[in-house]
């Protein structure tokens, strides 16, 4: 819901940042006392941001953990479900009743901000603090990232400038450069013109900052020896005699790992009501594992009694990878579930266009709960875990409307909560906070989706079946090649981390709702052996997004005195 209007029975009207620089922020070490965390262990980005010392995780070992939150959402619509809202408002509820809570989350990427999306530090009074920082450059953790993908590729062609001892075929080379920010003209260029002196010609192009591979690593590393482990695994192309050649092979490991000795480190700020906040990494769902740093989700156990997070998109794409990919990477299991919806997405989803949505229409509601049940199938018999729905409130949502949720959700044994945090921040939802407390407490069921001695081609039928409800896979004559290659190369073992449109649970972005008897085409399948999975592309996914005709950024500006203005 960001950028909305914030208007309590009074004719004040502010949005998500002058919502946020109302609120006096305490200085971070207070923030970082009520974890008991120690000075020495902060590295101070000012007042009101630090970074954690990575080595923390090690220190505090022996200390048991908290219960893990994660919250999802029914598929995304541009009516919009505010996830991380929800995801904030709830830590703040914790709080609220008691609980030692935390939250962990990931860092927005620019090309979101400055296009369409927008950013990811909640809305309204469930926000994250100081929100033009998290959303602009925060503490350069991406800069670094981009730094360390770039490095590499500058080391590829200068490699193969210099003689190309290891006999890269330049028709071959997957490793592409980075950008954070939406730049179609990027996708593909034609790059080493003008003379021997300026490199040798070539195709390549360029990948938004969170869809790298070197994204992924650090999300996915528990400290500097296995992040400069899986740095020199990347696999960087293939040799003219068809054999990977690795990022340990460029002698490119070292030089990588040491520019991301900072990125490395946990990041901590608060919540507009001064809850403790860990923002670390920020890999998208659609085109990447979507979820934050291992680090930082582990921290936020060892410091509390619940450590909230969330997974990028619907139940259907992060949480999916979160599950099988970073719970079977890491060792974390979640206790509960919260799954968010809004009224207003579920009548997209059942056929209401964005300009009808203020109208009450409760068939609509009913014709678009298919989406939500789906979801709510994958959590509790696909994943195994227990779940509450968390009904995202608006002004406009009705009685009857909300009945057709509560009904369904009856149906499956799972309660339905409204959450009223964005108005009330976390008094708006300590019914949610009570119940996410009661479910962590109950039966268990974690289970991955595939076994991991499956198939690549099981694996990805396994995902589409069981979590997207379609019939299965298509694999192009490409893809085919790719997947004699990826198993003879033993990389079978691998999870799978798909890149699919998140706006429906088939690769066609069209199909709302939850479609039934699709196939899901994989077009191409690439290893990011650092980060240990397999990436399959389906549909017309793209690892460079666009900016929209009329992007954010046109709103975006800044005074004489450095205030902000139009950033949500």
């Not at 935390?102 to 400055?114: D, H, K, M, T």
């Not at 449109?501 to 052996?529: C, E, M, N, R, W």
């Not at 005074?559 to 902000?564: L, P, Q, S």
Request: net charge negative.
């Amino acid at each position: 819901m960001n950028g909305l209007p914030f208007s309590r029975g009074n004719n004040m009207v502010l949005s998500d940042i002058e919502i946020a620089n109302s609120v006096q922020m305490k200085p971070i070490k207070e923030v970082a006392e009520k974890l008991g965390i120690a000075e020495d262990a902060l590295s101070l980005y000012g007042n009101y941001k630090a970074k954690i010392s990575a080595g923390q995780l090690e220190a505090l070992k022996d200390k048991p953990d908290g219960k893990l939150i994660l919250v999802t959402a029914i598929s995304p619509t541009p009516a919009g479900e505010g996830k991380t809202t929800t995801s904030v408002g709830l830590v703040d509820a914790l709080a609220a009743i008691g609980k030692k809570a935390v939250i962990a989350l990931r860092e927005p990427s620019l090309g979101p901000v400055f296009g369409i999306k927008g950013g990811a530090a909640g809305g309204g009074h469930a926000q994250v603090v100081p929100m033009e920082d998290i959303n602009l450059h925060f503490t350069g953790d991406f800069h670094a990232i981009g730094v360390a993908n770039n490095l590499l590729a500058a080391l590829i062609d200068n490699h193969i400038h210099h003689g190309n001892a290891l006999g890269i075929d330049s028709r071959r080379i997957t490793w592409k450069r980075a950008v954070d920010m939406n730049d179609r003209q990027l996708r593909h260029i034609v790059d080493g013109l003008q003379g021997k002196v300026n490199g040798v010609p070539r195709e390549d192009g360029f990948d938004i900052t969170v869809a790298s591979e070197v994204m992924a690593i650090l999300c996915l590393s528990e400290n500097i020896t296995d992040l400069k482990n899986r740095l020199e695994k990347i696999i960087i192309g293939y040799s003219f005699e068809g054999k990977p050649v690795t990022a340990k092979d460029l002698k490119a490991g070292g030089a990588m790992a040491a520019v991301l000795k900072d990125a490395i480190h946990p990041n901590l700020v608060q919540t507009l009501e001064h809850t403790p906040a860990l923002i670390h990494g920020g890999p998208f769902a659609n085109i990447a594992h979507g979820c934050n740093s291992v680090l930082a989700t582990k921290l936020a156990l060892k410091y509390a009694d619940y450590a909230v997070t969330e997974a990028g998109f619907g139940a259907d794409l992060g949480a999916e990878k979160f599950i099988d990919i970073k719970c079977r990477t890491s060792g974390l299991r979640p206790a509960a579930v919260v799954l968010v919806a809004t009224i207003r997405a579920l009548k997209m989803h059942g056929g209401v266009a964005k300009s009808d949505l203020a109208e009450e229409n409760v068939q609509a509601v009913v014709d678009g709960l298919p989406n939500l049940e789906k979801h709510l199938e994958n959590i509790q018999d696909v994943y195994g875990l227990p779940a509450v729905v968390a009904i995202n409130k608006f002004p406009l949502d009705t009685e009857a409307e909300l009945q057709a949720v509560y009904d369904a959700c009856q149906k499956r044994g799972v309660d339905v909560v409204i959450s009223d945090v964005w108005a009330n921040g976390g008094a708006g939802g300590k019914e949610l906070a009570e119940k996410v407390v009661e479910l962590a407490e109950g039966d268990n069921h974690f289970q991955f989706v595939y076994n991991e001695e499956d198939s690549i081609e099981t694996k990805l039928n396994k995902i589409v079946t069981k979590v997207y409800g379609g019939k299965g896979i298509r694999l192009t004559p490409a893809a085919k090649r790719e997947l004699k290659q990826l198993e003879e190369l033993g990389f079978s073992n691998y999870p799978i981390c798909m890149a699919k449109t998140q706006y429906s649970f088939s690769d066609d972005a069209k199909k709302l709702g939850a479609p039934k008897d699709f196939v899901v085409t994989i077009s191409q399948l690439k290893v990011s052996a650092g980060a240990g999975f397999i990436v399959a592309l389906t549909g017309a996914i793209m690892t460079m997004p666009g900016l929209p005709k009329v992007p954010a950024s046109e709103k975006i500006d800044v005074d004489k005195d450095g205030n902000i203005s139009g950033l949500f």
